[in-house]
T-cell receptor, first 116, second 113 residues
Framework: NAGVMQNPRHLVRRRGQEARLRCSPM?????VYWYRQLPEEGLKFMVY????????ESGMPKERFSAEFPKEGPSILRIQQVVRGDSAAYFC??????????????FGSGTRLTVV | AQSVTQLDSQVPVFEEAPVELRCNYS??????LFWYVQYPNQGLQLLLK????STLVESINGFEAEFNKSQTSFHLRKPSVHISDTAEYFC???????????WGAGTKLIIKP
């Protein structure tokens, strides 16, 4: 029973390149959440997705960032034209139902993005 | 604005000593409260949670936390720490939207031999 799988674990991109972060939720989980952790800060909510639907993207920067969770395959967080300020750890979580309460989230190990 | 405050960025303690990691939140609505632990180079693991009922909740590895509504706190305690408890601990709160977690900045627990 694999947990939430994120890859790659570490990603280095030059300024202006694109970054693609992947997240495969736990088996049986159809709700996916992306969080970003900046150095010395707590996690910040970015986006909540269900299969083929974006439920809440209120935490996503308006430009350059997009997320999807297709019918088949992992959820993808895409950052276009990366800048140094995008350097952070990006965590994905999944849940069986759409809430943090009774069943809680299961988190992946994160992708650490470094923009040089 | 809703927020979660972890007052201590680092807490050094000797092995077998007690420890308390503090967490306060600001919210005027009902809350769910969580403590997550992040061991070095690993992801976040749920340590314990308060949803309702008894205000004292416990984890399987000896940690406990108490929900204090009047003080809007959810401090984490352990009576005797072990070197394996070295990690960063995050307090998180789910407020009226339920699925979105608001996070504290984390507290690094440093165990001195």
């Amino acid at each position: 029973n694999a947990g939430v799988m994120q890859n790659p674990r570490h990603l280095v991109r030059r300024r202006g390149q694109e970054a693609r972060l992947r997240c495969s939720p736990m088996k049986g989980h159809s709700h996916v959440y992306w969080y970003r952790q900046l150095p010395e800060e707590g996690l910040k909510f970015m986006v909540y997705l269900q299969k083929e639907n974006i439920i809440d993207e209120s935490g996503m920067p308006k430009e350059r960032f997009s997320a999807e969770f297709p019918k088949e395959g992992p959820s993808i967080l895409r950052i276009q034209q990366v800048v140094r300020g995008d350097s952070a750890a990006y965590f994905c979580a999944s849940s069986r139902t759409g809430g943090a309460g009774s069943y809680g989230y299961t988190f992946g190990s994160g992708t650490r993005l470094t923009v040089v | 604005a809703q927020s979660v405050t972890q007052l201590d960025s680092q807490v050094p303690v000797f092995e077998e000593a007690p420890v308390e990691l503090r967490c306060n939140y600001s919210s005027s609505v009902s809350v769910y409260l969580f403590w997550y632990v992040q061991y070095p180079n690993q992801g976040l693991q749920l340590l314990l949670k308060y949803l309702s009922g008894s205000t004292l909740v416990e984890s399987i590895n000896g940690f406990e936390a108490e929900f204090n509504k009047s003080q809007t706190s959810f401090h984490l305690r352990k009576p005797s720490v072990h070197i394996s408890d070295t990690a960063e601990y995050f307090c998180a709160v789910s407020m009226d939207s339920n699925y979105q977690l608001i996070w504290g900045a984390g507290t690094k627990l440093i165990i001195k031999p």
